[in-house]
């Protein structure tokens, strides 16, 4: 309950407006919990004109960044059960965007 009050009361387009850091926005386009339509694109929206963020979308990932065979959300807590581990490109990308950041 707390998180989404602190999401309320600190929206992210406030909180992101003044940074001049380096952002890298990473989404999977199979996340049940923060969605490319909506979430990714508002990303894009406020930041992709700047120079200093990378984006990353990644197909057939789920919120964990770990590959996902679910078709439906409902399905989504027990495909979060399964044994699998950090995609291989998800780690690349983020190894090499350190390095050059």
Do not use: C
């Amino acid at each position: 309950m707390y998180y989404y009050k602190d999401m309320l009361l600190n929206p992210v387009p406030e909180l992101i407006k003044d940074i001049s850091a380096p952002f890298l926005v990473m989404h999977a386009n199979n996340d049940w919990q923060v969605f490319t339509d909506k979430d990714f694109m508002m990303y894009k929206d406020l930041l992709g004109d700047r120079s200093n963020v990378t984006f990353k979308l990644y197909e057939g990932l789920n919120h964990l960044f770990m590959p996902s065979t679910v078709m439906r959300s409902i399905d989504m807590v027990d495909e979060y059960k399964l044994k699998s581990s950090i995609d291989e490109q998800v780690l690349n990308d983020l190894v090499n965007w350190i390095k050059t950041n």
